[in-house]
């Protein structure tokens, strides 16, 4: 069990009994282009999407997966967000509408640490709900360059559609998915 993700902590009794696994998805070997949830039940009140993911560019940066909803690339997309690394804190947010998704997951670029993963917990509020936007939250954390340099995010996004989700694409920062990337979908009643 991976104490930061809590991949398997539907099987956990007590407060974390109201989480039900949809479905995980691990990147083989050769990378992956994206990774999609398809057929999601409407039967919760949120979903939450919980991953380790690294892609396999040459890039030292770091960066963030974004979802698109219902397979709707369309300018309807917003977000905002703060990371720090511990001694500054960047804050900002999309002046116009986006066609590039929400955030979902935060990312190590394949030219950064050797073998290292991003973790992330990122919550779909109401996302069954037909009279409303959708509404995301997202934490995630990881480290740059096995030299102190830990960023952390808080990620806030929304999709400008009062649509039932019921498929969700996720697509790498840059390039594509690494071997071993992992997505973990629930259900929270």
Do not use: C, E
């Not at 890039?59 to 905002?80: E, P, V």
């Amino acid at each position: 069990m991976s104490p930061i993700l809590g991949i398997y902590a539907s099987q956990i009794s007590g407060h974390l009994s109201n989480f039900y696994s949809i479905a995980t998805q691990t990147v083989g070997a050769g990378g992956a282009s994206s990774i999609t949830f398809l057929s999601i039940p409407s039967t919760y009140t949120h979903l939450q999407i919980r991953s380790i993911n690294r892609d396999t560019s040459s890039l030292t940066t770091t960066g963030w997966s974004h979802a698109i909803f219902n397979s709707d690339t369309g300018s309807n997309y917003f977000r905002h967000w703060l990371y720090g690394n511990g001694s500054t804190v960047t804050a900002a947010s999309d002046s116009a509408a986006i066609n590039g998704g929400v955030p979902v997951a935060s990312s190590v670029t394949g030219g950064s640490i050797s073998n290292a993963f991003a973790g992330s917990v990122t919550d779909i509020l109401d996302y069954a709900n037909t009279n409303k936007y959708k509404t995301v939250r997202h934490l995630g954390g990881l480290d740059v360059n096995a030299s102190g340099d830990y960023r952390i995010s808080l990620i806030s996004g929304l999709w400008m559609s009062t649509a039932a989700i019921t498929s969700i694409t996720i697509n790498p920062s840059n390039n594509n998915f690494a071997q071993g990337a992992t997505f973990a979908l629930y259900g929270v009643k």
